[in-house]
């Protein structure tokens, strides 16, 4: 059982995701996805527009994710890997390099990202020049 983890905010889900997702999954025979809480985002300076409970119920209905759990900090991935026994670690190649570290416990591989799309592409897209139009517009 080869076990695979990646870590997002996947919000306003799109193609990018999925194909990130699915060629995750397609590395190993279960996928577990570490979904940044809110908390967590505002650490990252991102303001999602579905709530933790929301992303989290849509990544549960898709058919390649198996299990998603709530990441909380930058620093929870070594633990992660070894509570869960992962075998190989995936991120898009916007963040090559970053999680060398965990060379150590698994095999950790960069995806290409899926070009001409975004989150923020969307909401700019659809006239929200920042995080505070989307707040307000969607009050
Ligand atoms: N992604 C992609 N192609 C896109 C957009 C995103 O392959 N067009 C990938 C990203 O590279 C990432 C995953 O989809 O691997 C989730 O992207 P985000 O939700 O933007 O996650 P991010 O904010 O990068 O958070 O500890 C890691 C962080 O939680 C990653």
């Not at 633990?79 to 190649?93: A, C, L, N």
């Not at 963040?95 to 990202?113: A, I, N, T």
């Not at 969307?122 to 505070?132: A, Q, T, V």
Request: glycine share 6%; with cysteine; hydrophobic share 35%.
């Amino acid at each position: 059982m080869t076990k695979v983890i990646t870590y997002g905010t996947f919000d306003l889900l799109h193609k990018g995701h999925i194909r990130l997702l699915k060629r995750a999954k397609e590395l190993g025979d279960q996928l577990i996805v570490g979904l940044s809480t809110d908390e967590f985002n505002a650490v990252k300076g991102k303001k999602a527009y579905n709530s933790f409970e929301d992303r989290k119920y849509i990544l549960d209905a898709i058919e390649c994710v198996d299990e998603v759990i709530p990441e909380n900090d930058w620093n929870q991935k070594t633990t992660d890997v070894s509570d869960h026994d992962i075998d190989i670690f995936v991120m898009g190649d916007d963040w090559e390099g970053q999680f060398d570290f965990l060379k150590d416990q698994c095999k950790v591989v960069y995806l290409p990202r899926t070009e001409g799309i975004s989150t923020s592409k969307i909401k700019k897209d659809l006239g929200f020049s920042s995080e505070d139009d989307w707040k307000i517009e969607n009050k």
